[in-house]
């Protein structure tokens, strides 16, 4: 086990091939390092300028007055190289190779990768990348990509990612909310991944406080056995989302036995990560709402859903949905069925889901929303809540966010909420920021994040 | 030429690397289960057409006949495996049968013989098999067995060895696995059978020996009835 502090929360950094040039990837890294007000000293290595977006530069590493951390490569593939002997001449601790163009792209590349690697593993130089858009940890200021980010701050979620321009698509996607914004505070992507790798993170996040959540977007794990111990471990107190492409890959493998043939990389992993109890993703967007749901949330208690529905077809298609993953419909307490009977017709006898749309009419929204939600979360079998709720005028009412705040906070269970179309569903969405309440577009969503969320939390 | 094999697993192994093979036979891998004290069907191997109504004789009918040849992993695209045969005649014409198939699928094929056993029925058919994976080391999979294995992928991973929580996931993940609760009127089968296949196998996932030279342990089909489970068909094969 070895300890990547240096490449994740360095305390300085140099960029080699930092420029004044905003139109250059050096140039728009440089800055965002600047502009994102990193706690250390900065050193822009440049041959040339004598100061970049007012820093002293140096013409090369050696001529840094001190050891830094951590080194960003931003140069021409051909140059690469030198750069990384550059950094273990120069004591450097950790580097970052933003550049492209190695193995992901020709036979000629992946020689210059193994090369990589052999210098890091015989200096013992952490290397992130090649084919990276680099790494960021809002908590020490680092802002250490070329893609330009509107805005961090620091959060508990943090990103482990082998892959290239997807990471930067991703939290792009991320930040633009308005609302319901997933507090990512570290993405560490490693790209073609020649060294640093997952099991590297896995060690780090245990150890780091602010780390509540962990995503790992991964094409490949490197070292099964040690990783699926260690996560064993992690997830006791910080859940884990796997996003891992590929599902449909492996086609069968000519082989002496059936098992031979069925033994994909895929469906191993696939058992593996349910044998140790870390949720798999199926897309890029069950994987931030599953994260969202597991940031947002107290950990579930049981599998058991209570679904609070004013439409009931959205009912039952949120039974579909959870049935279908894994989870189990609440059987309601006879106290909780006769708080119901209160907003309800005669002729109507309440069950799970629990479709109160017509106690709005007779009872009037407030009453209804009220009656019926505190029922649903007050009952003892229900573990997780499912409500989708319809946003029309005549359903909206002023205190809606403070009801959905007071039930959060009294009962502590895990809720998803989606709200469908109707002049409320604004307000409504902005009465609960910040009330650790997940809202989302649709009830598959909802219920796809509600199973991750079991998933990634209990018991396997 | 066929001899009964022993089912010491170190034995069997340098007799198959002295060959300069990496698949045990059917005998072979039969007599390893059976000295795991995993039941394998009642019969024998004979080496020619003519000594197959002797055994019949000692089994009874109806029989199951195969050829046994290493190189013949999948016997059933060839017509190497008949039954039910019913008669010590029917047993020899149906190693006659066989060896001509063979012969004309699969002439590079030399048979060493003919595996005479009791005719058994599995419905459905399982396949519990232990696999040394390259990257993943050694994994257990379970799930619908048959010919049909690879279409309908009724089938689960665990990395070995398996705890008792990773043997019921293992007998629950996937739809067919209700099949093990009994359905259509069937009695279901005995549970602790299978999860003792399961088990000896997660065991045999940690021995030294299994680890450094095999590298697949297949039973396909695994019969599961009311009264216990019958490996029906078993394939070993070694690190190349």
Request: aromatic content about 6%; charged content about 20%.
């Amino acid at each position: 086990m070895r300890d990547i502090t240096p490449l994740v929360a360095p305390r300085s950094i140099a960029v080699i091939g930092a420029s004044a040039n905003p139109a250059k990837s050096g140039g728009v890294l440089f800055d965002n390092l600047v502009k994102g007000n990193f706690r250390g000293p900065l050193y822009p290595i440049n041959r040339t300028a004598t100061q970049i977006m007012g820093k002293a530069a140096y013409p090369t590493l050696a001529d840094v007055p001190e050891k830094v951390d951590l080194v960003y490569i931003v140069l021409p593939q051909q140059h690469v190289e030198d750069a990384v002997k550059q950094c273990v001449a120069a004591g450097a601790r950790a580097a970052c190779i933003i550049t492209a163009g190695f193995s992901e792209a020709s036979q000629k590349g992946r020689g210059a990768e193994e090369r990589l690697c052999e210098i890091a593993r015989a200096s013992g130089l952490l290397l992130a990348g090649p084919n990276t858009i680099g790494m960021v940890n809002a908590e020490v200021g680092m802002m250490g990509s070329f893609v330009n980010f509107p805005r961090w701050e620091p959060g508990g979620v943090s990103f482990f990612t082998q892959t290239g321009i997807f990471t930067g698509a991703v939290m792009l996607h991320v930040m633009s909310g308005a609302s319901q914004r997933l507090p990512v505070g570290k993405s560490i992507d490693v790209g073609n991944k020649v060294d640093v790798d997952e099991l590297d993170f896995l060690h780090f996040v245990a150890a780091d406080p602010t780390t509540k959540v962990i995503g790992l977007y991964i094409e490949s794990i490197r070292n099964p056995r040690a990783f699926f111990e260690q996560a064993r471990e992690v997830r006791k107190s910080k859940p884990i989302v796997v996003l891992k492409p590929g599902r449909t890959k492996d086609g069968a493998k000519a082989s002496a036995s059936h098992t031979g043939s069925l033994a994909s990389d895929n469906d191993i992993l696939d058992g593996a990560l349910r044998q140790y109890g870390i949720a798999r993703a199926e897309d890029e967007d069950d994987f931030l709402n599953a994260l969202r749901a597991l940031v947002m949330l107290p950990r579930p208690r049981g599998k058991r859903v209570g679904i609070a529905t004013t439409s009931g077809a959205l009912g039952v298609i949120a039974t579909d949905l959870l049935v279908e993953s894994g989870l189990e419909l609440a059987a309601f307490e006879p106290a909780t069925l006769a708080a119901m009977r209160a907003i309800l017709p005669d002729w109507l006898e309440p069950a799970n889901p629990f479709d109160f749309w017509i106690g709005i009419d007779i009872k009037g929204p407030r009453e209804a929303h009220e009656v019926g939600l505190t029922a649903l979360f007050a009952d003892p079998n229900v573990d997780l809540v499912l409500c989708t709720l319809l946003a029309p005028g005549n359903a909206d009412f002023p205190e809606f966010g403070d009801l959905v705040r007071r039930l959060r906070r009294t009962y502590d269970k895990p809720v998803a909420l989606v709200i469908y179309g109707g002049e409320a569903e604004q307000r409504w969405t902005a009465a609960l920021e910040g009330a650790g309440v997940p809202i989302f577009k649709t009830t598959r969503a909802a219920a796809r994040a509600l199973s991750l969320m079991v998933e990634a939390t209990m018991s396997p | 030429m066929l001899t009964q094999a022993s089912g010491d697993i170190a034995m069997l192994i340098a007799a198959a690397r002295a060959q300069r093979r990496n698949v045990l036979s059917e005998p072979e891998a039969k007599a390893f289960l059976r000295a795991q004290g995993i039941s394998v069907p009642p019969g024998r191997a004979v080496a020619h057409p003519e000594e197959a109504p002797t055994v019949v004789r000692e089994l009874g009918v109806p029989v199951v006949v195969k050829a046994v040849a290493h190189q013949l992993t999948h016997k059933t695209d060839v017509g190497a495996v008949m039954f039910p045969v019913e008669s010590p005649a029917a047993a020899e014409a149906a190693c006659r049968t066989i060896a001509a198939r063979v012969a004309a699928h699969r002439p590079d094929i030399a048979l060493d013989g003919f595996l005479i056993e009791a005719y058994r029925p599995a419905q459905p058919e399982w396949i519990v098999a232990l696999r040394n994976d390259p990257h993943f080391g050694p994994v257990i999979m379970f799930g619908l067995g048959g010919i049909y294995v690879e279409t309908l992928r009724q089938v689960s991973f665990r990395l070995a060895p398996l705890c008792d929580r990773d043997i019921e996931a293992l007998l629950s993940e996937r739809p067919a696995m209700q099949l093990l609760s009994g359905a259509r009127g069937r009695a279901p089968p005995d549970r602790r059978a299978v999860v003792g296949v399961l088990r000896r196998l997660s065991d045999l996932s940690q021995q030294p020996l299994i680890v450094r030279d095999i590298s697949e342990i297949e039973i396909n089909p695994l019969a599961a009835t009311e009264n216990g489970v019958l490996a029906l068909d078993a394939l070993i094969v070694l690190h190349s």
